[in-house]
């Protein structure tokens, strides 16, 4: 049995951290002194698409982990879940198809109501109820039904044997929501929530900032070191800079360009006094194609594409090399990464694209349109898109028209399916290559369009989640791998790194990224003095 048991007159001088080596300095540290009555100001490129935990499978999840509680998450250093609203969780059957969690005594929802066990059936069947297109219900596959036998007692009965289960009800996702405030079947509108994380949501401006101040009914693993936090959400990285520089915001976190990045790093930065530390990240960036489209539906023409980007020049003449290329969908780091997409392409070739185009009796230059969102990943996402475009137009095989959206409008589009190719990037919602795969895969995932692949969905990952030790699924991430670049449903670009900027005033941020790197906004604090 495997249990997881709980026992404005800023300085301007900043330093830029990263994930790996951040902050750190000799100050006493001060979270009640009268100074952090004021909120640490976080900056964001990464605006929450929504407030409902019941229609994300997306980054507002940056914004539900401060705000909401789920059964177990990651205390700082952790990278296996650990409990948080539950006292203790385990699997109960040697199959890991039983899970039951037992509560914390005496929880609440920021609103006084109880939060038991029925509150936590609720949230999670309502996820499932609702099913939004590309939302988080894609999580729950393995899920048969939620039990709540107590007060205090859940129970999880699986389909199939998963031994990543506790992973996904770590995810802001399975967040726990007062069910006299979120409808059963239909999201809940308008600008308030209801939860009972560290924090509650005292006021929220759509593409704006969200107001964090400590809740008080809280009971968990957070041990909050400030009292309040203001997320403001910026447009683009030179804004976020500038605010930074400007003593407006004390941290950033996400989206920092690769312009600002080289800038910091140079002279400029020195004679400013900024110092910049970079981290090896997970987030990944990639291509899908839509089956349903005439033209991107073609599996020849999707490998031509394969066949003729550059992902090298890509990551240095736009990202000048703040991100690494990337040939197969689990990055660097994880259990089961391979380069598969190198191996079986190899350098980019405009006779081989050609040669597989004309194998499958395509002789003119096919017209594609690929989308892209304006304001999710940064200043760069444009560039990159016009980079690719450049180099399919370059080699005579395409005919390559860009669109774009903001975030918002972009992902109810994808979710449509109305994009022939898109772009997105992903974070992983728990730290396993399975979380790599598995959300792009089936009848319904998180993309919006189905990618039915019966012996990833069917074989592959059924038998990966019957191992509890992951090192030991090594070859079955690489089979499917190998099949996703037979296919070339989903291209991927690149790998990214992770850096976080704060203000010299500020510690903890080295200890405020857990394994899906979401910032914890509590691990933030001031310091009095150096």
């Not at 177990?72 to 040697?94: I, K, V």
Request: proline share 6%; with cysteine.
């Amino acid at each position: 049995m495997r249990v997881f048991n709980r026992k404005r007159g800023l300085r301007r001088v900043a330093a830029i951290v990263s994930i790996s080596a951040l902050v750190t300095g000799c100050g006493i540290l001060s979270p009640d002194g009268p100074e952090d009555e004021e909120p640490i100001v976080v900056g964001t490129t990464s605006a929450p698409s929504t407030l409902d935990p019941a229609a994300s499978w997306d980054g507002s999840w940056e914004l539900f982990r401060n705000i909401y509680q789920t059964l177990l998450s990651y205390p700082s250093g952790a990278t296996a879940p650990q409990p948080d609203a539950a006292e203790q969780c385990a699997f109960t059957d040697t199959s890991n198809r039983v899970y039951r969690c037992e509560l914390r005594e005496g929880l609440t929802f920021s609103n006084g109501d109880a939060l038991d066990a029925r509150a936590v059936k609720y949230s999670i069947d309502r996820i499932k109820d609702i099913d939004v297109n590309g939302g988080p219900a894609g999580l729950l596959g393995s899920l048969e039904r939620v039990q709540a036998p107590s007060e205090r007692e859940v129970v999880f009965h699986l389909n199939k044997p998963d031994a990543t289960f506790p992973f996904v009800l770590a995810t802001p996702a399975m967040s726990i929501v007062a069910p006299g405030d979120y409808p059963a079947d239909a999201l809940r509108e308008g600008s308030g929530v209801v939860g009972s994380g560290p924090y509650t949501l005292k006021s929220y401006e759509d593409g704006e900032r969200a107001e964090l101040v400590r809740n008080d009914r809280y009971k968990g693993f957070a041990e909050r070191q400030n009292k309040a936090v203001t997320v403001r959400y910026f447009k683009d990285s030179a804004g976020m800079v500038k605010a930074l520089r400007d003593g407006d915001i004390q941290v950033t976190y996400r989206g920092l360009a690769a312009d600002d990045v080289i800038t910091l790093q140079g002279k400029e930065g020195k004679e400013e006094g900024l110092q910049l530390v970079e981290g090896t990240g997970t987030e990944i960036s990639y291509l899908v194609f839509n089956p349903e489209d005439p033209w991107a539906g073609r599996k020849e023409v999707r490998q031509a594409v394969a066949q003729v980007i550059d992902r090298t020049v890509i990551a240095h003449k736009i990202y000048q090399d703040t991100v690494d290329p990337l040939y197969s969908m689990v990055p660097k780091g994880l259990t089961g990464h391979t380069t598969g997409f190198f191996d079986d392409y190899g350098d980019p070739s405009i006779p081989k694209a050609r040669e597989i185009l004309r194998d499958a009796d395509i002789t003119e230059p096919v017209p594609l349109t690929l989308w892209y969102t304006t304001d999710r990943y940064g200043s760069e996402t444009a560039k990159e898109f016009e980079e690719i475009k450049r180099q399919l137009d370059a080699s005579g095989l395409f005919d390559v028209t860009l669109k774009s959206r903001p975030w918002k409008t972009y992902v109810a589009g994808y979710q449509k399916g109305e994009y022939p190719v898109f772009g997105r990037g992903w974070s992983p919602d728990f730290p396993d290559a399975e979380n790599f795969i598995a959300p792009f895969v089936g009848e319904q995932n998180a993309l919006g369009t189905p990618y039915l692949t019966p012996k990833i969905t069917g074989d592959l990952l059924p038998r990966s989640r019957r191992e509890s030790d992951r090192a030991n699924v090594e070859r079955e991430f690489e089979q499917a791998q190998q099949i996703m670049v037979n296919d070339a449903r989903l291209l991927p670009l690149w790998q990214g790194k992770q850096y976080v900027a704060a203000s010299t005033d500020i510690s903890g941020a080295e200890q405020a990224l857990d394994p899906s790197t979401i910032m914890m906004m509590w691990q933030l604090q001031r310091k009095t003095s150096w």
